[in-house]
């Protein structure tokens, strides 16, 4: 189980690794939303999962699930929403400044003559 939670982390950062580093808006959102979700399932990964156990640890509880990561990832999920509303507008600005939704503000055509 834990060699699929890897290797599911591992998929979610380089997707999201790969879409930041395309030349357009929209990928580049759809990128740091991966990224955040690998972030988000690593945190919650380390509170160690347990099932049926408290979540607090007691005398008479022989494990426990650390309730620290998935406050964590509570907030994380908050901040990752206020981040991705934020980018969103911001391209959504800068479309409607430049004309364009590339990332550095040329077109296609541009790069060839330049």
């Known amino acids: ?6 290797l ?3 998929v979610l950062t380089a997707g999201g690794v790969f ?6 808006t929209f990928p580049v959102v759809l990128g740091l939303t991966l990224m955040s979700y690998a972030v988000n399932l690593f ?4 509170g160690r999962l347990a ?3 408290p979540p607090v640890i007691s005398d008479a509880a ?3 699930t650390d309730p620290l990561p998935q406050a964590l990832v509570l907030t994380a999920i908050v901040i990752s929403f206020g981040m991705t509303a934020f980018v969103i507008v911001l391209a959504l600005k800068a479309r409607a400044e430049l004309g364009n ?5 040329r077109h296609h055509d541009e790069e060839r003559h330049a």
């Open 51 to 53: 099932i049926g156990l």
């Open 43 to 46: 945190l919650f990964v380390m």
């Open 62 to 64: 022989a494990g426990y």
């Open 101 to 105: 939704d590339h990332v550095d503000g």
């Open 19 to 24: 879409l930041a580093l395309r030349g357009q």
């Open 8 to 10: 599911v982390i591992g």
């Open 1 to 6: 189980m834990e060699a699929l939670i890897a």
